[in-house]
């Protein structure tokens, strides 16, 4: 029985993504900052962990707590809207350190096992946002095109170790807390100049049918971890598939 290990598992995709494998017969460890096992279907195959993916003590100790895994899913992530100009380079930094770094030192505290099994899967969950630009995400959308191109060389260095590394990129979720989570970082965000193509903006987005399910992120996930011939990009939701 194979086991994966997930980021992010509070609320969302994450949330889904474990609930998918549980369901498939999997191992899971879902790992979240605050962590809560209500949330879950209770499961002898399920482990629940403590994980700030910003705190390299945190990563060490829930790697070592997890032991062997087959699968790692980098699914925690935190958004910001707004405008550059009123984006603070304080908000900038914290949402790189858990998009980009964050991803990065998972991967790193993870990968000597799979090196010397010489075997694994990352899946890195970024967003269909960089495949089509848009505006008040510029923050954002640096933060996930830094994971695509991070992991697209990384998958490189790690075929020799016949290790795996695939994207899934989501389109826009209004069933998770993306927007909500996001908000507390706005602020003054978006300036007086701004306030007509935010207003704009939003409207679009409140008119668009094509939306990402929770389900399809765990789905693509499950491609990507169980299927070797599935490609290093993968759409999730109908918005996503259209921009590819």
């Known amino acids: 029985m194979k086991t994966v290990l997930i980021t992010g598992c509070s609320s969302g995709f994450g949330l889904e993504t474990a609930r998918y494998f549980l369901d498939r017969d999997w191992n899971v460890i879902a790992t979240m900052r605050t962590p809560r096992e209500d949330i879950l279907p ?15 003590e ?3 100790q829930a790697v070592e707590a997890a032991g062997p895994i087959d699968v790692l899913v980098n699914n925690a992530g935190i958004g910001v809207l707004g405008a550059l100009e009123g984006t603070s380079m304080d908000t900038a930094r914290e949402i790189f350190e858990t998009n980009t770094f964050g991803t990065m030192a998972m991967i790193q505290a993870v990968l000597p ?6 075997a694994g899967v990352i899946v890195n969950v970024t967003s269909s946002v960089t495949l089509r630009s ?4 510029s923050v954002y ?15 490189l260095e790690l075929q020799q170790f016949n290790v795996r590394v695939s994207l899934v990129l989501p389109g826009r979720a209004p069933d998770t807390r993306f927007g909500e989570n996001a908000q ?28 990402t399910l929770s389900l399809d992120v765990a789905e693509a996930v499950w491609r990507a ?4 011939s599935s490609p290093i990009r993968i759409a999730a939701g109908a918005d996503a598939v259209a921009l590819t």
């Open 141 to 155: 959308t640096a933060s996930k095109a830094a994971v695509n191109a991070f992991t697209e060389s990384l998958a």
């Open 134 to 137: 848009l505006p008040l995400l």
């Open 42 to 56: 209770g499961s002898r195959r399920l482990r629940v962990l403590g994980l700030d993916v910003t705190d390299p």
């Open 113 to 118: 096992q799979f090196r010397q099994r010489r």
């Open 58 to 60: 945190s990563i060490r």
């Open 184 to 211: 507390k970082r706005m602020q003054s965000a978006i300036p007086e100049a701004y306030a007509d193509l935010a207003s704009n903006i939003f409207a679009e987005w409140g008119q668009s049918s094509e939306v």
């Open 225 to 228: 971890a169980t299927d070797p």
